[in-house]
């Protein structure tokens, strides 16, 4: 085992952390909280720091593990248990100009059934574009459209002028979800696009605006049954109610604006 496990403890409603070196366990870390249900699909991120892992369970943050080992020693990931794998990805190393430390991503997807038992889901594999040059305005299909569990994630670096950019996920000529970063007003609006018609505008966060002229960032959208939750830089930050739910018809990403894409995961 490496420098971090984390086996989900089903009976006792906790989630163990730990480190093995040699052979031998460390001290345990418990959260004392249970995310994963059985039978239900649940997305993990990891996001490796210079100091820690930052473990985002189903796009909110679940917990916080301070390196015991060298993260850059970490060379292989291992899943087992009674869970299917949708999919694993990797997300490039970015640089942040305010921290030098290489930012790494890594999002898992499984499901796990009641009964203990693997079973097979419809999974349809992500679509990853090349790195680093991206157009702008960048159009992409989503292959099956939105769906409960699916993911679509985004990085990019703002530039240092930049006045606003934007993200639409869209179903035909409407916007289901239009996500609109303006920094000349210091807000993240989101609304939604019917018959060239706009709703109501939505602006509230928890916090300031998590974006920074100037500097990297990775947008995790997550789609579910009755809203879209999103997170940025593993933190998350809202979440959308869907006005259009006839999801599948949602097949098109756009981006466009004053960013430079680097990463696009669909």
Known sequence: MGPFSAPVEPDGGYVVCNTRQKGRWGPEERKMHMPFQNGMPFDLCFLVQSSDFKVVVNGSLFVQYFHRVPFHRVD???VNGSVQLS????????????????????????????????????AIPPMMYPHPAYPMPFITTIPGGLYPSKSI???????????????????????AFHMN?????????RNTQINNSWGSEER????????????SFSVWILCEAHC????????????YYHRLRNLPTINKLEVGGNI?????QT
Not at 228 to 239: M, P, R, S, T
Not at 260 to 264: F, G, K, R, S
């Open 76 to 78: 292989t990931i291992s």
């Open 87 to 122: 999919y694993i990805s990797f997300q490039p190393p970015s640089v942040r100009p305010a921290n030098p430390a290489p930012i790494t991503q890594t999002v898992i997807h499984t499901v796990q059934s009641a009964s203990g038992q693997m079973f097979s889901t419809p």
């Open 153 to 175: 994630i985004l990085s990019g670096t703002v530039l240092p002028s930049a006045q606003r950019f934007h993200i639409n996920l869209c179903s035909g000529s409407h916007i």
């Open 181 to 189: 970063p303006r920094f000349d007003e210091n807000a993240v609006v």
């Open 204 to 215: 509230s966060l928890p916090r300031k605006t998590p974006f920074i002229r100037g500097q």
């Open 228 to 239: 879209l939750k999103v997170a940025v830089d593993g933190q998350h930050v809202f979440e």
């Open 260 to 264: 430079q894409l680097t990463h696009v």
